[in-house]
């Protein structure tokens, strides 16, 4: 028998990462006739070194995610996904994409973009993706290739 994916979450960011991520999750969806929970968690430890305009910078942050999301939604129910859900999360992208909402949500499918952290940086910050893989307690897939598996092309410079 087949794996069937119910719920699937893809973590969107406006990144081309997250975009490559974002038109997998829909085909995936479709492909299970699965549900799709379109996620974009805002990092508030970018707030904490801001003290006067804090809350002015966590409102547009706020604002933006909710134009994404909305567009991100429309997006997926024109390709053809019939349940589509949004949620704008605040904290450890890490922690809230790995165990937080799978849990409150019922997600078996996690869909990330890779990023593009050199080693260095990840040995610093560690990548979202890399955390997620190692603590999520359902399948995650990191997405490198377009909707038709071909490598994104990479400007040159």
Excluded: W
């Excluded at 829909?26 to 804090?54: G, P």
């Excluded at 605040?90 to 078996?108: F, L, R, T």
């Excluded at 499918?109 to 990548?127: M, P």
């Amino acid at each position: 028998m087949l794996q069937q994916y119910q719920r699937i979450m893809v973590a969107v960011d406006g990144s081309n990462e997250a975009e490559l991520a974002f038109q997998k999750a829909i085909n995936i969806a479709n492909r299970n006739n699965a549900s799709l929970l379109l996620v974009h968690v805002i990092d508030t430890r970018a707030f904490q070194d801001v003290n006067s305009f804090d809350s002015m910078l966590a409102e547009q942050a706020s604002d933006l995610a909710k134009q994404s999301l909305s567009e991100y939604s429309e997006r997926a129910q024109n390709e053809g996904v019939k349940a589509v859900e949004t949620a704008i999360e605040y904290g450890s992208p890490k922690v809230i994409i790995a165990k937080q909402i799978p849990e409150d949500k019922n997600v078996d499918l996690i869909i990330l973009g890779a990023t593009g952290l050199n080693a260095v940086e990840r040995l610093f910050i560690g990548s979202v993706s890399e955390y997620v893989t190692r603590n999520a307690l359902c399948d995650v897939l990191i997405v490198r290739t377009d909707a038709e598996n071909n490598l994104p092309e990479v400007e040159e410079n």
